[in-house]
């Protein structure tokens, strides 16, 4: 898969206590229309805007940064996030220009002691020429540093509709690991698929969400019900 060849859009609000904000929109802006994938869109920002707060801080410290450094050894390791983004919509298109997905985060934190992002109400759609889109939710979520897998926790639910856009297809599990650049979501966790007739509880599932593809791993448990 290219990134180079795909574009994308996004909007958002970024801010950090360190760097002005009309810099940072700067580098928002600059990063998230490289034609990079949405998720390591993300990546190559929180590079930018740590460069930028870094600089910022130099330029108002009265200290050199070996005094600094030799002040702050010792310390604990700083754990709280440098900067975040609120209310994030980020679309990847394809190279025919059709939308291939949608990426919605009320906020979005960035721990740099991990390098990991955090999501506030994850919305995820994912679409296919012909195919009825896939809608992901979650309460939580987090961004790994590889910028493409991206692990949904608590209440994930994934819908699609049928053919007709009419009956819907549910999945119900506490915790869902998607991997962007390989296409498909996966867990080992208790899942639950509901459609209009079954209900299938089972141990894992893996959904291969480009090819409308579903395979349940383990003590897999059927019930029809007639309507």
Not at 2 to 12: D, E, L, P, Y
Not at 27 to 38: E, H, N, R, S, V
Not at 148 to 166: A, F, H, P, S, Y
Request: hydrophobic letters at 35%.
């Amino acid at each position: 898969m290219s990134f180079n060849n795909r574009q994308t859009r996004a909007t958002g609000s970024a801010s950090t206590p360190s760097a002005p904000v009309n810099s940072l929109q700067r580098a928002y802006t600059y990063f998230m229309c490289k034609g990079i994938k949405p998720l390591r869109q993300l990546a190559f920002l929180i590079a930018g805007l740590g460069f930028i707060a870094l600089i910022g801080y130099w330029s108002y410290s009265t200290e050199s940064p070996a005094i600094i450094s030799s002040r702050d050894r010792g310390k604990t390791i700083d754990t709280a996030p440098d900067f975040f983004i609120k209310d994030i919509v980020i679309q990847e298109f394809d190279t025919r220009g059709d939308l291939e997905s949608t990426l919605i985060s009320e906020e979005v934190s960035h721990f740099p002691h991990n390098d990991i992002m955090l999501l506030t109400q994850p919305d995820l759609w994912t679409y296919e020429k012909d195919r009825q889109p896939w809608h992901t939710t979650a309460d939580n979520g987090r961004i790994l540093p590889d910028g493409e897998t991206i692990e949904l926790i608590n209440n994930v639910v994934m819908r699609q509709k049928d053919e007709n856009g009419e009956s819907e297809l549910r999945v119900d599990t506490p915790f869902l690991t998607v991997y962007s650049g390989q296409e498909y979501a996966d867990t080992d966790a208790p899942v639950r698929l509901l459609n209009s007739t079954d209900v299938v509880n089972a141990m894992g599932i893996r959904v291969f969400y480009k090819q409308d593809f579903i395979r349940l791993k383990s003590r897999v448990n059927s019930i029809h019900e007639s309507r």
